[in-house]
């Protein structure tokens, strides 16, 4: 099924138990889950009986967040440690892993930083912003990539966020840069090494970025384009989606938003288990706007513009 930027996708119906094509044996990592979105998809993915493995930087917070699920009766969860920004822990953890599991059927890059308050525009921690917002989901979903089960779809979902949609883009040859059907890694990186250029230089202002949150927008920008080369070079065998949870109460957003992470967690839930025949890749799943700022309002909206 093929969707145009405007389509709607019924996120609440059919219910899940419906479609249910996973089991218990059905494994998803879920990054950056100690709180927040990604600690509620684990809650949620376990509750629907996937096997979870909760990684979490810090290996205190991590455990103290599953030991939270399993006095709420989750027990199909395992945490490991993992900080998505050091490549060390990345290998360590794909090692354990590997060892440890026959197949992965589902990755949610979920962890990522932002270290502006709402109303800023600071760049000062821009490395870090995307060695952990980019480099590291990308450097985690290659090092997990042979693990993927090949016997069903299995599914990345990228977090992202609208401020890293194409059209905050001002500078033209970078829109068309990602935009181009050739778009590779090497042209993603190109983008991202240009704006650090830019970050230590001063010149970032003038340089055509996002205007919110410019060091986590390029982040996201970068994620979104990756997702749509990794789509296509894995098409058929690997569904790979950014989703943009909406403007969600977490310590992200100093805890304001219009929906909780648990509400965008059955959104994320149902995008990361849509049914094999409603299957999407390369897509830009986009939920939560001043105009859906409920739970009622079910919709997602699909854009390829990603
Ligand atoms: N909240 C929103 O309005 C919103 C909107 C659009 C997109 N998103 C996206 O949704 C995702 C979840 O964000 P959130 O709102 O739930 O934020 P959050 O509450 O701040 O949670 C972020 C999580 O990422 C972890 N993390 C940070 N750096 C890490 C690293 N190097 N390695 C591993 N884990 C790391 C944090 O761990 P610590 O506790 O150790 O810091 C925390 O568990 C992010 O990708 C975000 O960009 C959020």
């Known amino acids: 099924m093929k969707f145009k930027e ?9 219910p899940l138990s419906l479609t249910r094509w996973w089991s218990e044996e059905t494994v998803a990592i879920v990054t950056g889950a100690n709180k927040g979105i990604g600690f509620a998809l684990v809650k949620r993915m376990a509750e629907l009986g996937l096997k979870v493995i909760l990684t979490a930087r810090d290996t205190e917070r991590g455990c103290k967040a599953v030991e939270a699920l399993r ?6 969860i395992t945490f490991f440690c993992l900080d998505v920004s050091d490549p060390y822990s990345i290998k360590t953890f794909s090692s ?6 026959a197949a992965l059927d589902i990755l949610v890059n979920n962890a990522a ?4 308050e709402i109303n800023e525009n600071s760049v000062e921690h821009a490395k870090t912003v995307i060695k952990t917002n980019f480099n590291g989901p990308k450097l985690l979903t290659e090092a997990l990539l042979p693990m993927f089960r090949t016997s069903s779809i299995s599914r990345i979902l990228n977090l992202s966020s609208r401020l890293g949609s194409l059209n905050k883009v001002g500078n033209p040859s970078i829109k068309e840069v990602l935009e181009s059907e ?9 983008v991202v090494s240009l704006f650090l250029e830019q970050v230590k230089t001063g010149t970032w202002k003038t340089g055509g970025w996002p205007e919110l949150w410019t060091d986590y927008a390029v982040s996201k920008l970068a994620l979104n384009a990756y997702t749509r080369v ?10 790979v ?3 943009c949870p909406g403007f969600t109460q977490t310590s992200m957003t100093r805890c304001k938003g219009d929906h909780t992470a648990d509400d965008a967690a059955i959104v994320g839930a149902r995008l990361a288990l849509l049914p094999p025949d409603k299957i999407q890749s390369g897509k830009f799943f986009l939920w939560g706007s001043s105009s859906s700022t409920s739970t009622s309002n079910n919709n997602v909206v699909v854009s390829s513009k990603l």
Do not use: C, M
């Not at 405007?6 to 059919?14: A, R, V, W």
């Not at 990794?230 to 569904?239: D, F, I, M, N, T």
């Open 230 to 239: 990794l789509a296509k070079r894995y098409e058929g065998s690997l569904s």
């Open 241 to 243: 989606n950014s989703f």
């Open 113 to 116: 930083v932002s270290f502006n």
């Open 71 to 76: 006095a709420q009766g989750l027990h199909n």
């Open 6 to 14: 405007t389509d709607q996708l019924p996120i609440p119906s059919p």
């Open 182 to 190: 050739k778009l590779s890694e090497d042209d993603i990186e190109a």
């Open 96 to 101: 354990w892993f590997t060892e440890n599991f």
